[in-house]
Structure formats: structure tokens, C-alpha cells
């Protein structure tokens, strides 16, 4: 299994300064990761640092709380992929999810799919806030309103990525959707468990550890 293919390798926290940023990006170059995750400060710098490369650049939309408004989310998600992301990766609107409005979920994730011209979307349901029904339920929306993937978590919230989370994703959203894990991961174990049932990305900072079989104490 070629781990790198599946790590979205991730800088997403507030400090992260332009050297910091520059160092994921040459660590993706070098180990041939599926993408760079950064904050959409950052766009458009990545995007001419991997111009050559076949690393693609992934930023957060509406991140890390979920609670902006559709425009809003759409309006971020545009000025990103005009500043060249490839993929985008949106917070639901996680109150709506706890009332049960599962329509305004749905209308939520639409507004940004509705934007995203061929880019890959995917959809933050933030696991470790929602039951199991509600885990289903917004995966359920996400596949509804067009996302690319559904993904379990920012890393910034009460938890991560589980095991039991990943099956249910992938049971949930059927077999040509994407599931990505992130949030927790620290080895290449605990990567291979989540792959095992369902993953098809994995949100990590832990990449280097993770490729070189180390294990690492990286929250995201």
C-alpha cells in the first residue's frame, strides 16, 4: 500500500508562517503526496511553489466552525479556486445538524458544490459532535447536494477520526464516494486501519512519521 498517494499533508494551524508553509510543500513535493491542506491565505503561494508538481493544492472553507453563511461559504470557495485550489474542503453547518435541519445541511453543502467547476469538494461533518444517526444523516446530505467525498473531521474540535467512524461513512455514502480521515492519525497502523475500512484520503500532519513508520504526537 502506498500511503503517500492517500495523505492530504496538513498545515492548517493559526501561526503557520511562510517558511512553515513552504516546508510542507517541499516535503510534498518530495514524498509525492496526493495534496498540500493549507488555510486559503495561502492559495495562491502554493499553487505557484507546486506548479510543476502533480501535488494538488487543498484548502478549508467555512473552517474550522462551520457557522458561516452559505454566501459566505460559496463566496470563499470561489476566491479559493481563483486563487488555484484544486480541492476544497467545507464545514457543515454543524448547528444545523443538531437541530435536525437537515435541509439547510444540504442547502449548505449545495451552495459550495454549486461553485466548486469541477473541483473535488469534500464535506466536514465534524464526527465527534453528531450521533451515529446524525453521522448518517449528514453524510447522506453531502452525497444529495453533489460533494466529492465526505470527510469525518477539522482536527480542531473534541476529536478525531475513528475506525468506527470510517465504516459507518463508507456504508453510509455506498462504494463510489470518497471518504477521507482526519484528525488523530499519528501512524502508519493507525492509517492502514482507517484505508481497511473505507478511506480513500487521509487529513494528516503526521505524514512524515506515518510514510517513514514513526508515530507521531501531531493533533491534527
Given at each position: 500500500?502506498?500511503?503517500?498517494?492517500?495523505?492530504?499533508?496538513?498545515?492548517?494551524?493559526?501561526?503557520?508562517?511562510?517558511?512553515?508553509?513552504?516546508?510542507?510543500?517541499?516535503?510534498?513535493?518530495?514524498?509525492?503526496?496526493?495534496?498540500?491542506?493549507?488555510?486559503?491565505?495561502?492559495?495562491?503561494?502554493?499553487?505557484?511553489?507546486?506548479?510543476?508538481?502533480?501535488?494538488?493544492?487543498?484548502?478549508?472553507?467555512?473552517?474550522?466552525?462551520?457557522?458561516?453563511?452559505?454566501?459566505?461559504?460559496?463566496?470563499?470557495?470561489?476566491?479559493?479556486?481563483?486563487?488555484?485550489?484544486?480541492?476544497?474542503?467545507?464545514?457543515?453547518?454543524?448547528?444545523?445538524?443538531?437541530?435536525?435541519?437537515?435541509?439547510?445541511?444540504?442547502?449548505?453543502?449545495?451552495?459550495?458544490?454549486?461553485?466548486?467547476?469541477?473541483?473535488?469538494?469534500?464535506?466536514?461533518?465534524?464526527?465527534?459532535?453528531?450521533?451515529?444517526?446524525?453521522?448518517?444523516?449528514?453524510?447522506?446530505?453531502?452525497?444529495?447536494?453533489?460533494?466529492?467525498?465526505?470527510?469525518?473531521?477539522?482536527?480542531?474540535?473534541?476529536?478525531?477520526?475513528?475506525?468506527?467512524?470510517?465504516?459507518?461513512?463508507?456504508?453510509?455514502?455506498?462504494?463510489?464516494?470518497?471518504?477521507?480521515a482526519s484528525g488523530?492519525?499519528?501512524?502508519?497502523?493507525?492509517?492502514?486501519?482507517?484505508?481497511?475500512?473505507?478511506?480513500?484520503?487521509?487529513?494528516?500532519?503526521?505524514?512524515?512519521?506515518?510514510?517513514?513508520?514513526?508515530?507521531?504526537?501531531e493533533s491534527y
Amino acid at each position: 500500500m502506498k500511503l503517500n498517494t492517500y495523505i492530504d499533508h496538513t498545515i492548517l494551524k493559526a501561526d503557520a508562517n511562510q517558511a512553515k508553509v513552504q516546508q510542507i510543500i517541499d516535503e510534498a513535493k518530495k514524498y509525492d503526496f496526493a495534496s498540500v491542506c493549507i488555510n486559503p491565505t495561502w492559495v495562491a503561494f502554493a499553487t505557484d511553489a507546486l506548479k510543476d508538481s502533480k501535488t494538488n493544492v487543498c484548502t478549508v472553507i467555512g473552517f474550522p466552525l462551520g457557522a458561516n453563511t452559505s454566501a459566505v461559504k460559496a463566496f470563499e470557495a470561489e476566491d479559493a479556486i481563483k486563487n488555484g485550489a484544486d480541492e476544497i474542503d467545507m464545514v457543515i453547518n454543524i448547528g444545523a445538524a443538531k437541530d435536525g435541519n437537515w435541509e439547510l445541511v444540504e442547502s449548505d453543502i449545495a451552495a459550495v458544490n454549486a461553485v466548486k467547476a469541477g473541483h473535488v469538494l469534500k464535506v466536514i461533518i465534524e464526527t465527534s459532535l453528531l450521533t451515529d444517526e446524525e453521522k448518517v444523516q449528514a453524510s447522506l446530505a453531502a452525497k444529495r447536494a453533489g460533494a466529492d467525498f465526505v470527510k469525518t473531521s477539522t482536527g480542531f474540535s473534541t476529536g478525531g477520526a475513528t475506525v468506527a467512524d470510517v465504516k459507518l461513512m463508507r456504508e453510509t455514502v455506498g462504494p463510489d464516494m470518497g471518504v477521507k480521515a482526519s484528525g488523530g492519525i499519528h501512524s502508519a497502523e493507525e492509517a492502514e486501519a482507517v484505508i481497511a475500512v473505507g478511506a480513500t484520503r487521509l487529513g494528516v500532519s503526521a505524514s512524515i512519521a506515518i510514510i517513514e513508520g514513526e508515530v507521531s504526537n501531531e493533533s491534527y
